[in-house]
């Protein structure tokens, strides 16, 4: 298993940007892919972005435009720089890592960071 330790939550106003970063504990180069997944209050997880080992990035549809996640390799994380935040996108954020064991595949998730858009 991957240990993730996420960072750069808070609490911003509509319209302004956040950060989140997460740290791994093994080489990144190494992990099949790399993401964020969010929950909002009585909503179940769901798919953010992700960053797959041969550069590929995948968005869901309702932060297209406004997010960007990008991996620093050498120091083993990734970010996700949110812009153009919304109420909507209120929810504490967790990273993913996805690994290829055996065939199949096996999750990791950080402990989860709070982002909260409102005036």
């Known amino acids: 298993q991957v240990q993730l330790v996420e960072s750069g939550g808070g609490l911003v106003q509509p319209g302004g940007s956040l950060r989140l970063s997460c740290a791994a504990s093994k080489t990144i180069s190494s992990i099949y892919a790399l993401g964020w997944y969010r929950q909002a209050p009585g909503k179940q997880r769901e798919f953010v972005a992700r960053r797959t080992m041969g550069g590929g990035t995948e968005y869901i549809d309702s932060v297209k435009g406004r997010f960007t996640i990008t991996s620093d390799l050498p120091k083993n994380t990734i970010s996700l720089q949110m812009n153009d935040l919304k109420p909507e996108d209120t929810a504490v954020y967790y990273c993913?890592?996805?690994?290829?064991?055996?065939?199949?595949?096996?999750?990791?998730w950080g402990q989860g960071t709070q982002v909260t858009v409102s005036s």
């Open positions: 993913n890592a996805r690994e290829v064991i055996g065939g199949y595949f096996e999750d990791s």
